[in-house]
């Protein structure tokens, strides 16, 4: 019994030598701090640190969490540094409670628990204007949305799984939140995801899902047959348009199409260029109200000439015939007084 009770007693003389009783009433209780000391962000880092107030120095901690009897160690996700455990990149996985033990050489304190929280960061997503394919030369806004109550975000911008971010060069124009894309060519097409940075915390953002931009070629305008189409034609001496409408007859290629269509209007316009010419050499007196066709005046004028001249050719006629009708009187007179006294009367009807 003699060497049994021999470490018993030698405990209980370090224990008195130490000023600590043996049911360790008089240690005092770690106290267990965590810091950043509200909810904790995934990705953060966090420091757990058991305090014990003591005067002794030579203390060993051990960790513990929830219900487990298995201490934490150092593995490069927890760091045990003495006093401190630390947990790099936070994840929902590590939310629970934590402990700390002192030991001090056959005494072992336990602190009370803490509860650790672990959020998700803000959430973000992209919204496109316009929300359907664009087309060449088009202008397009991607606009960066945070779920978040903080207004002093900065957006960073990226495309496809490049990891340098788009920057103003132009081409691209950043406005806070915005990403505007002038004049897209097909180049931009690809996948584009943003994300948000902040000096407090949260400290970031989650990236956003990456949305997908398409941009298409212009479409080429056909012509089918029995249509109608309206071309606009415009003069450099003239500001105003007209409208040209045209039943197409026959399918063209839109080349030959356009050299047809030009050749008739030179056509055109050097028609009534030479037609205006006449109208104003032989009537410069009173032109044509503005917007008369010439043809209209032209058939006009012929019209009326045409009626002057069957006019004085029927008064002509007119006169012609009336003094042809005095000659045979006058002939018929006189033959009656040469032939007075004869038996028979000879009239001689002259008819020019």
């Given at each position: ?33 965590v ?17 014990i ?12 969490k929830?219900?487990?009897?298995v ?41 009370s ?7 998700d ?19 397009v806004n ?5 779920e ?15 990891s ?17 894309i ?11 995801w ?32 029995g249509?109608s189409?309206?071309f606009?034609a415009?003069?450099?001496?003239s ?43 032989s009537?410069s007196?009173s ?44 002939d018929?007179i ?19």
């Open positions: 019994m003699g060497s049994s009770a021999l470490p018993l007693l030698l405990l209980l003389i370090s224990i008195l030598h130490s000023g600590l009783t043996e049911d360790g009433r008089d240690l005092p209780r770690p106290a267990l701090t810091t950043p000391d509200s909810a904790v962000f995934t990705g953060e880092t966090v420091n757990l640190k058991c305090v107030e003591s005067d002794h120095s030579d203390w060993t901690y051990e960790w513990y929830d219900s487990n009897c201490t934490l160690q150092s593995d490069g996700h927890y760091t045990v540094n003495r006093d401190t455990l630390t947990i790099r990149g936070a994840a929902e996985s590590d939310q629970g409670q934590y402990w700390c033990k002192g030991v001090l050489g056959w005494v072992s304190i336990q602190s628990t803490v509860s650790l929280s672990v959020k960061l803000p959430r973000s997503s992209v919204t496109v204007t316009p929300d359907s394919a664009v087309f060449t030369g088009g202008t991607l606009k960066c949305v945070i978040s109550d903080h207004s002093d975000w900065t957006y960073e911008w990226y495309k496809d799984r490049n340098v971010k788009l920057q103003s060069d132009g081409h691209y124009t950043e406005n806070r939140d915005t990403l505007t002038r004049g897209a060519a097909e180049s931009d097409q690809g996948q584009y943003c994300k948000g940075q902040r000096s407090g915390r949260p400290n970031s953002s989650l990236s956003s899902s990456a949305v997908s931009l398409s941009v298409k070629a212009l479409p080429t305008p056909t012509v089918t047959v249509t189409a309206a606009t415009e003069t450099e001496s500001q105003s348009s007209s409208h040209v409408f045209l039943s197409v007859k026959d399918l063209k290629p839109m080349s030959e199409l356009g050299s047809e269509l030009g050749r008739n209007a030179a056509a055109s316009l050097s028609s009534s260029s030479s037609s205006s010419s006449s109208l104003s050499s009537s007196s032109p044509p109200p503005p917007g008369t066709p010439p043809l209209l005046v032209i058939g006009v004028s012929v019209g009326l000439s045409v009626f002057l001249l069957l006019l004085i050719l029927l008064v002509l006629l007119l006169r012609h015939k009336k003094k042809g009708l005095y000659h045979v009187y006058d018929v006189k033959a009656e007084n040469r032939n007075k006294g004869q038996s028979s009367l000879e009239t001689l009807y002259v008819l020019n």
